[in-house]
């Protein structure tokens, strides 16, 4: 079902009632853009810590605008084993729906708005026909305002007098004392003939201010004046007289269209409260910036600190699955290995899954898999529920007896709960909504800072001696890079004590040194990202490399990961075992595996098989390209230095043959 | 003529003719927003001077997408004493050409959208079709991307191989060499059967870097190694069999195909170059952020200084006039009450002005003057160019013998030649582009700091004993406040000597202290626009109010505006005296009698009439309200303030009777 202002009134009954019906319900969104900084690879260090990436994403997505929201509940219907969907597509728009509401800008990123274009999306329908928001904060100011007006209307008497202004007036200047005297004999007129209301000209707001004082002060009772504006939007003063029975039912009546003028002005945000009351399971795709947004726009602004973040996503959406994240655990990431939506949802048409059956009543738009319509929010819901639905009911094969369908309340599920996807963290594979975050061991991670000249060659040149290395720029003049050999890095160290030009500090290093600098908030300020940098962006080269192939993955577990075992689940062990999953770590562990050694491995490599995805994007697909345009930057530094040949060149580490 | 990506390459002869036979051509752009500031009135404070102006457009307004450009030329035929018209609307969108181009972010403002919205702009075009387009310096950079490649090819023999990363391979990885053993096969077999080439399968760019390394040190000559895209947007490698002369005419379409890529990728810039090149007279309406977003999107970006924008401006369009502007000015600001377009252009219908006759060739859109379709650039751009015609031609009607038609190059225009329309700047009426700007005394002006609380009201409060005051906020501490006679300034600094809570200092003072601060930058840093400005804003209640309205215009003319006399149009002279003007001053100056004392005033109040704007708006018309939103908010304040009557209240210059 397609939802836009026009019929947005009727379609909330009905989404309330599919939502308190509902089993699980998905959800997409789709955004103006995924980053205002440099780049979209500077919004994804390979290195984030979950702080970091929370931070960078609140600081450069949050600008954006989620304007098309897809909503699909799903509702096992178990006398015909069957799911009902019904999905909603709401098309979401800041609409200013009066004078005194806030103006919203937002950010749009040129390669997404062409892709979203690309895809047939519909930007007439969205700022044309969008449906309007509020925070819960704009909609307390907005009923202030409105209680202080009703207010001052009682304490008033009969002239509905609005101050308009802070400067009271007191004295009517002689440029519009005429002005004033017509009106005066206009209401004169009224008091004594039949006519029961007069309209006044449209006039400007000092002039309304005076005739508002002036019949204040002469008229004491039997009037209503009022502010009303006409087809132009031009405002003018109606005057009617009124007796007391007569007056009550108006304030009634304004009380009711100023009653209904703030519902119309929450509109959208009314289905995530409805969402968050019903506490239903929420499922979603790659799903942090979809809840980062939600929030921000509906809710109300993030806060800066992660965990408090956790806590009002947790208060707002109590469950959520993110569908990405859970095809990349155990059991499915040995037998899923791309998943993005749409691969995704290809694999889960084959064995060892089923495809779940599902109906739609006659009034909801059905979703015709066959022809697919990524990236219709919608659409996309739909498709990410019917996946979490085959994942889930794949775990009911391990059962014995085995049962093919698992409720989404199901324990077998726990596991898969407020761990949302983060996207290209190397050693981190997800977010824990519910409590601390995995702290993976980075000891064979060195922070190197360097003139701003230097480029991923040169770091390569300055490494050459250690084999296979992984390279994550922070910034032009600071990167990571990570040793396949920990025992490497005392080495490393050992030999950059001299250097003049460069600077090497373990991560632990890093981490102590950042800690100190009491203002967090000023690395971002000074990693790159400029006020203006949504501005005219640099001309790149580009190429769809991707490093992280090169590195070969010989580091071992992290202790501290394998520590996290908390709210393990006993009946996680019982497929984990029956399938033999090769872990270095306790088949027990509630992350299910990915973060093993074993795991931290296949989990790089799913990543860079997403390297080659195309232009077009959304939050999803969009990262691997703009990396390569950044990685792309480099490398044409780089051509030009091999160029020219008189540039002085990295020193090396050691004294070995260069071998490129 | 609706002009997209589609029709582009067939409009722009058209255009390019047009241009070159033009007597002037008119201008309009529509943009996505007007200001990324707290509101619109923070952008045009009524003492800016004409550098703060600037600099607050150039950093507030130029991160918005000019996407509609209208270009309407105009060209007189004597033997029908007609003008033919030629009027192009052109939609643009910054799409990303390919994978290296820039992706430009921009920001939107709900209410300019919404407004556009309204007028049926349609967004579905400007976003799916927008003609792309590069500044001078991302055209050289992609051009030099073109011939580096280029180079590199020369010098590789055969195979065209570019270096897509920085970093060499210098091995095959163990997992990949089964891959290139099928390429390698899939390669010889190529050579040896009759086929002439083969496309590999798309892979990821590691591997095609793999490719390419292998080929290259395998196979010397004979092949022809290159990049290519399929429908899905995955690349994929395609191997030729090649003798020396097959390669030559491989390299020539390539390179013919590459120069196809720039002009495209340049796209509309190359209207804006004909037209620069064509150094006619460009006509615009309240043009200043029209040229500034021209400038900045099409040829580079924007000086810090106004002086070197001015520069770049006039090598740009070294001819402008801006109606709004010339409607302003004697001998019209008598006859014409409200200058915005739609107004203008209904007014200079009416006696004493006469509309000129027009006609439009065949295979351009004639547009129906009686239907208005307001705020499509074409038609702006059009009826701005028939606003100018009726003008100049009334200027004729002065001459002995009178003359019915003004030519475009006439030095009857002069007066009006590079002077751009100041938004809501109560003293200065125009940015002078070809000279230093009017410099008005300010000796009636007072800048006042006090603590944050303070509202409006607080400031009519401290000033009550001295009559009408003109209060111009800065921000949330400071503001200026404009007496209605500058012998009072002593008074008022004398009294406030002892005052704790408020500071005031002449207007002198002010510019004073503010050169001395080295950074001036720094200023706009701490005048409340922070990086965030753009999200939710606060809510407020509003009016139509506007306080100018109360300034009583009893100052003089500041001595140093009538001095600017300059430039003196002796023709001019003759008809200011002819029509026996009114003007304090002397009737030859060039600035036609707006900068007189009696221009300064009734500016005023023509800047005023203005205030009663609807909601939605362009850039001319999108100013009023925000402002009233921004008195909005401290009239809200205000109002909690009068209803707790516990507050401190600010102190009183003098102790005089509370009038209200």
Not at 257 to 282: H, P, Y
Request: glycine share 6%; hydrophobic share 30%; charged share 25%.
């Amino acid at each position: 079902m397609e939802v836009t202002r026009q019929n947005f009134k009727e379609a909330l009954p009905k989404l309330c009632e599919a939502v308190e019906e509902a089993d699980f319900i998905a959800i997409d969104g789709e955004f103006t853009g995924i980053s205002d900084g440099p780049s979209v690879s500077a919004l994804t260090n390979g290195l984030d810590t979950p702080e970091e990436r929370y931070c960078k994403l609140r600081k450069h997505s949050m600008n954006f605008l989620l304007f098309q929201f897809g909503l699909c509940t799903f509702k096992y219907d178990p006398t015909q084993s069957k799911y009902i969907t019904k999905a909603f597509n709401f098309y979401v728009f800041p609409k200013p729906f009066n004078r005194t509401s806030p103006d919203i800008k937002f950010i749009c990123q040129s390669s997404s708005i062409d892709f979203l274009a690309s895809q047939g999306f519909d930007f007439n329908k969205v700022f044309c026909s969008g449906i309007p928001y509020l925070t819960q904060e704009e909609e307390s100011q907005l009923r202030e305002q409105y209680e202080e007006r009703r207010g001052q209307m009682n304490g008033n008497g009969s002239i509905t007098y609005t101050p308009n202004s802070s400067m009271s007036v007191n004295h009517i200047p002689e440029d519009q004392r005429a002005f004033i005297k017509t009106v005066e004999e206009k209401v004169d007129d009224l008091l004594k003939n039949s006519e029961k209301s007069v309209d006044l000209e449209s006039c400007t707001g000092f002039q309304r201010k005076l005739i508002y004082q002036t019949l204040n002060s002469r008229y004491s009772k039997g009037l209503h004046v009022e502010t009303l504006e006409n087809d132009k939007k031009e405002r003018y003063i109606q005057i009617s007289k009124v007796d007391d029975e007569e007056r009550r039912r108006r304030e009634q009546q304004k009380q009711q269209r100023e009653q209904e003028e703030l519902n119309d002005a929450v509109g959208f945000s009314r289905v995530i409260r409805a969402v968050s009351k019903s506490g239903k399971l929420i499922v979603g795709h790659n799903m942090l910036l979809d809840v980062m947004h939600t929030v921000h726009q509906f809710c109300g602004p993030l806060p800066e600190d992660l965990d408090d973040f956790k806590e009002v996503t947790m208060s707002v959406f109590p469950r959520l699955v993110d569908t990405k994240l859970m095809a990349s655990m155990q059991p499915f990431k040995e037998i899923i290995h791309n998943t993005s939506l749409g691969e995704l949802h290809k694999r889960l048409r084959e064995k060892p899954f089923k495809s779940p059956q599902t109906e739609c009543p006659d009034d909801f738009q059905s979703y015709d898999t066959s022809s697919e319509q990524l990236h219709e929010a919608g659409y996309d819901a739909y498709i990410t529920g019917l996946c979490f639905i085959s994942m889930a009911n794949y775990l009911g094969t391990f059962l014995t007896p085995p049962k093919s369908h698992i409720a989404a309340r199901s324990k077998l599920l726990e596991p898969f709960y407020n761990k949302l996807f983060l996207m290209r963290v190397i050693d981190i594979p997800y977010l824990n909504m519910c409590g601390p975050d995995l702290q993976p061991k980075r000891d064979h991670v060195l922070y190197v800072t360097f003139p701003k000249e230097w480029k991923t060659c040169d770091l390569y040149q300055l490494f050459s001696a250690f084999g296979n290395i992984q390279v994550s720029w922070i910034d032009d003049t600071s990167a990571f890079v990570s040793l396949s050999q920990t025992e490497q890095v005392q080495i490393a160290i050992n030999t950059s004590r001299y250097a003049e030009s460069y600077r090497i500090q373990t991560y632990a290093e890093y981490l102590q040194s950042r800690q100190k600098s009491t203002n967090t908030n000023r690395r971002w300020a000074s990693d790159g990202w400029s006020d203006t940098s949504y501005g005219a962006a640099a001309m790149t080269t580009t190429s769809g490399f991707s490093h992280s192939r090169q590195h070969s993955m010989k580091r071992s577990i992290s202790p501290s990961l394998e520590e996290q075992n908390c709210n393990a689940d006993s009946s996680w062990t019982h497929y984990c075992s029956a399938k033999k999953i090769k872990t270095d770590g306790d088949g027990s562990q509630t992350h299910a595996g990915v973060s093993g050694s074993e795991g931290a491995s296949s989990w790089l490599e799913q990543q860079t098989d997403e390297g080659g995805a195309c232009l077009g994007q959304d939050q999803e697909e969009a990262a691997p390209d703009a990396s390569s345009t950044s990685q792309g930057k480099r490398n044409r530094k780089h051509k030009k230095r091999t160029s020219d040949a008189s540039e002085t060149t990295p020193p090396l580490l050691f004294d070995v043959p260069q071998v490129w």
